[in-house]
């Protein structure tokens, strides 16, 4: 695949890859769709994150929960310490993204988004299957949390008041400018905070990221700068 003048390459595969690898012993592909979208069609041999992924009830959030339940979450989906995950979904990546954060503040770096995900998987005439897949049981996950990958209300309070640090809102317009009320919850954004919804770097019709060279001018003239420590939400 085409991944020259990304920093990290490695983050994304194309069907190439994932049909080459798939049935790979230490390989876990994992499809996050809805009950229906999973039963249209998947990858041959994914497995349905849906089926044993679980938001925190009372914080929505699957950073929050304790490692030793994140850990059987991951052994119920049949990632243990030494797997590779490949994750995918038909949303422009927002939900495999999220689930390559969740896996590495969990400690488990080795985790593949591909790129274009089921849109690119059935367009370009990949294999499907209609099976559930086959889980192995018999692995173990140890989580090991990174606190590096987020940051305390303090740091980004005082970071509204230095030169050398953006908070980056990645939400929509309308929550950002506070004409969208999403759950009852107080509206407007982070004073100062640099506005560039996550969607203005995805291709709408491909759902592939678009090219290094594309982000860096969009990042860019947003202020979102590789000299500054971004703080995104």
Known sequence: MTTHGFAHPEYLVDPAWVQSHREDADVVVLDIDTEAGYSRGHIP?????LDNYERDSETGLVHTFPPERFAATCEALGIGDGTTVVVYDNNMSLSAARFWWVMN???HPNVKILDGGWRRWSGEGSPVSFDRAVINQDVIFTSHIDKSLIVEMEEVLAGCRLPDVVNWDTRTSGEYDGTVDRRGQRKGHVAGAAHLEWS?????DTHRFKSPQEMHSILDSHGITPDKAIFAY
């Not at 041999?45 to 994150?49: E, I, K, P, T, Y």
């Open 45 to 49: 041999g994914a497995v349905m994150l």
């Open 105 to 107: 503040y969990n400690g």
């Open 200 to 204: 203005d770097l995805m291709d709408r």
